[in-house]
């Protein structure tokens, strides 16, 4: 079946602008993550959604970040006033089950964002 | 808060040889370590993982271990194939948490010499 998809695959920004990101989760997953992943760093946590509910924002790195996950499937992570810093992949990632059960992390291919 | 360390950065093995990827945490909650292996310009895929009530798990040429006293748990590849080159990733999470955010090491660029 199809998997984590996540759209634009690159997106190239001016330092100030605002970018958009998109990730379909695998159909029928109640969990959602969004993870930034630095050139040559492992992943890193930004915010958590069951259903439509944002449950962890704990990661995101300032109020510039902003996810949503309105209709509890696709989810849009968008940066505001994008910084040089930004520079990352951004991840998707998609589970079953709620939180509280030890479930495969599904991630999608990921966003290359570059701030100039 | 929560670390993953993880050792070797990079590691070359010729086709046929072992290869044994270290990593180590700090929360005594966790519960739940995957390993993931990245190939370029693709996101990570799961190639294994373990439950803190288990001690090892094998499949096929990939096995893991687990030492919750020590907090430790290892990746072991054998019978290494070119194929196998990629970056892997070890992490860990406490499914007993908020979330079920992974706390990922830093990551191992594998190199198999054909």
């Known amino acids: 079946g199809a998997g984590v998809s996540q759209s634009p695959r690159y997106k190239v920004a001016k330092r100030g602008q605002d970018v958009a990101l998109r990730c379909d989760p695998i159909s029928g997953h109640v969990s959602l993550f969004w993870y930034q992943q630095a050139l040559g760093q492992g992943p890193e946590f930004l915010t958590y959604?069951?259903?439509?509910?944002?449950?962890?924002k704990s990661g995101l790195p300032s109020d510039r970040f902003f996810a949503e996950r309105p209709e509890g499937s696709v989810s849009t992570l968008k940066i505001q006033r994008t910084q040089q810093e930004d520079s990352a992949v951004y991840l998707c990632?998609?589970?079953?089950?709620?939180?509280?059960?030890?479930?495969?992390?599904?991630f999608g291919p990921g966003t290359r964002l570059t701030v100039l | 808060g929560e670390n993953v360390e993880q050792h070797p950065s990079t590691l070359s093995v010729q086709e046929g040889d072992s290869a044994v990827i270290k990593c180590t945490y700090s929360?005594?909650?966790?519960?739940?370590f995957p390993w993931y292996k990245q190939e370029l310009g693709k996101g990570p895929q799961l190639i294994i993982d373990i439950r803190s009530n288990v001690g090892e798990k094998k499949d096929q040429r990939i096995a893991v271990t687990l030492n919750k006293t020590a907090k430790h748990f290892s990746l072991h590849i054998t019978e290494t194939q070119p194929e196998d080159s990629a970056v892997y990733f070890c992490a860990a999470s406490s499914y007993g948490g908020a979330t079920n955010k992974l706390i990922f090491g830093t990551g191992t660029l594998l190199a198999v010499q054909p």
């Open positions: 929360d005594s909650a966790s519960n739940y």
């Open positions: 959604f069951q259903n439509e509910a944002q449950l962890d």
């Open positions: 990632a998609s589970s079953l089950l709620p939180r509280g059960n030890t479930d495969t992390q599904y």
